[in-house]
C-alpha cells in the first residue's frame, strides 16, 4: 500500500464525519470536576468537566482541540458517555490503549464504533491524541471517587507513564 492510501484509510469519510460532530462541547456551570489533559508531542489537549450522581456520569462538557483522530476518539465517547460508571470508563480506556498498542480488539458496548479507529494503530504518534478524552474522563473521575474536589491540568507523554496522553 502506498503511503498516499494509508492516510486516505487512516483518515477515512467516517472518522472526518465523527470529527466534525462532536457532541457535549458546552462548559459546564459548577462542574464537580474539571481535568484537561494535553499531548505533548502533537498538542493536541481534551478538557473535560463533569458531575457524577451514583456514581454515575450525570452532565458532562468537553472542549476538544485535537487532530481529527483525537476528534473522532472524543465523538464517540460523548455519545455514550452520560450514565456511566467509573469501571466501565477506564474499561474502554484501557480496552482502547491496548487495540492501538498491542493489536487488541476495540471497546465494545458501551462504548462502540471505536474499530473506525483501527487504522491508526501504526501511527503511535496519534496514539495520545486518541486516548486523550478517555483519559482525562478517567482521572476525573477517579479523583472524584477519592473525595477531592478536582480542577487540573496534567500533562503527561510516554516518558511518564502517559502512553495514552494523560
Do not use: W
Amino acid at each position: 500500500m502506498s503511503v498516499d492510501t494509508d492516510l486516505i484509510k487512516l483518515y477515512s469519510p467516517r472518522i472526518l464525519a465523527l470529527a466534525a460532530d462532536i457532541s457535549l462541547t458546552d462548559r459546564l456551570q459548577a462542574p464537580m470536576a474539571r481535568v484537561k489533559c494535553r499531548a505533548p508531542l502533537c498538542g493536541s489537549a481534551v478538557t473535560v468537566e463533569l458531575d457524577v450522581k451514583d456514581n454515575r456520569i450525570s452532565r458532562f462538557g468537553q472542549d476538544v482541540k485535537a487532530c481529527a483522530l483525537g476528534q473522532a476518539s472524543a465523538a464517540l465517547m460523548a455519545q455514550s458517555i452520560i450514565g456511566r460508571t467509573l469501571p466501565e470508563v477506564e474499561a474502554a480506556r484501557d480496552t482502547l490503549k491496548a487495540m492501538l498498542k498491542d493489536g487488541g480488539p476495540p471497546p465494545g458496548s458501551p462504548f462502540p464504533g471505536y474499530d473506525v479507529l483501527e487504522p491508526a494503530r501504526d501511527y503511535k504518534n496519534r496514539h495520545a491524541s486518541i486516548m486523550l478524552a478517555l483519559e482525562a474522563t478517567a482521572l476525573a473521575m477517579a479523583e472524584l471517587d477519592s473525595g477531592r474536589v478536582v480542577e487540573r491540568g496534567v500533562v503527561r507523554g510516554p516518558a511518564d507513564g502517559g502512553a495514552g496522553g494523560c
